[in-house]
C-alpha cells in the first residue's frame, strides 16, 4: 500500500511552501531534518508507545543506533518510519544553520573525515554525533537509540537543548505525525490483538504481570535518567 502524507503536508507541497529539499517523501524513506519513529517487535506490541528511532540529514536520509559501534545510513532497522516530526531548522534549532551541500553516505561511515571542523550545518551536528556513536557499545537500557537521537538534538540546540530518553519519548508520542493510516494500524494493531488475547485468556492475570512489566521498563528510564546521573548515556 502507497504511503500517504497528511492533508497539511499535501497543501504545502502543492503549494510550494517548503524548499525542494525540505518535502517529505516517505515513498523513498526521505524526511529531512526530521525525528523519525518506528514500532519494535514484541515490545511495541505490549507497550506501543515504545518503539525506534531515528534523526535525518538535510537529504532525508535517516540514520539510526541500531548495534554496538554502529549506526545505520539510509536502512532503517526496523522497516519504514510510521511517525515523524519535521524541525524546522532556521526557528527549532539555536545553532547557525545554514544551507549546504547534501553531505555523501561516505562522510557518515568513516569518523576521520570532518570530525574537527566547526558545527556549522544541520547535517554537521548529525555527523558529530554520528562519529561519537560509532565507538559506542549498545545496550537497550542505558545506550540505545533514544541516546543518540538526544545527542543529536542537543548538539543541535532543538528547543533549548535538555533532551534526554525519557522527554524524546514523550514527544515523538505526542508531536509525532502517523506517515499514513496504514502506517498507523501497523503500530497500533499488534498491540491490540497481543492485549486483547491476553485479557480473554488471562484475565487479571494478565493484566497484573503486563502492568508490572510496563512500570518496570518505564520505571528504569524515568529513574536511571533522572535519579541516576550517567546511567541512562547520551
Known amino acids: 500500500m502507497e504511503a500517504e502524507l497528511d492533508p497539511e503536508q499535501q497543501q504545502h507541497m502543492m503549494h510550494g511552501s517548503f524548499p525542494q529539499t525540505m518535502q517529505i517523501d516517505p515513498r523513498r524513506a526521505r524526511f529531512p531534518c526530521s525525528i523519525v519513529w518506528s514500532p519494535l517487535p514484541v515490545i511495541s506490541w505490549f507497550i506501543p508507545c515504545i518503539g525506534h528511532i531515528g534523526i535525518c540529514r538535510e537529504d532525508g536520509v535517516i540514520l539510526d543506533f541500531a548495534g554496538p559501534n554502529y549506526v545505520c545510513v539510509d536502512n532503517f532497522a526496523f522497516g519504514s518510519a510510521t511517525r515523524y516530526f ?3 531548522r532556521d526557528k527549532q534549532c539555536s545553532i547557525p544553520l545554514c544551507q549546504s551541500p547534501e553531505s555523501g ?4 561511515l568513516q569518523g576521520e573525515n570532518g ?3 566547526e558545527l556549522r550545518t544541520w547535517d554537521d551536528a548529525l555527523l558529530k554525533s554520528t562519529q561519537e556513536f560509532q565507538h559506542r557499545s549498545y545496550s537497550l537500557f542505558t545506550c540505545n537509540c533514544h541516546s543518540f537521537v538526544a545527542n543529536n538534538l542537543n548538539r543541535l540546540g532543538f528547543l ?3 533532551w534526554n530518553v525519557v522527554t524524546l519519548a514523550i514527544f515523538i508520542l505526542f508531536r509525532g505525525r502517523w506517515v499514513s493510516t496504514a502506517s498507523m494500524l501497523r503500530s497500533v494493531l499488534p498491540f491490540i490483538f497481543v492485549f486483547s488475547i491476553g485479557v480473554i485468556l488471562g484475565g487479571f492475570t494478565f493484566l497484573k504481570y503486563w502492568f508490572l512489566f510496563t512500570s518496570a521498563l518505564i520505571g528504569w528510564f524515568i529513574i536511571g535518567t533522572y535519579c541516576f546521573k550517567n546511567l541512562i548515556q547520551l
Not at 105 to 108: I, K, L, P, T, V
Open 115 to 117: 570530525g574537527g571542523r
Open 105 to 108: 553516505e561516505e562522510d557518515y
Open 86 to 88: 519535521q524541525i524546522s
Open 160 to 162: 533549548s537543548r535538555g
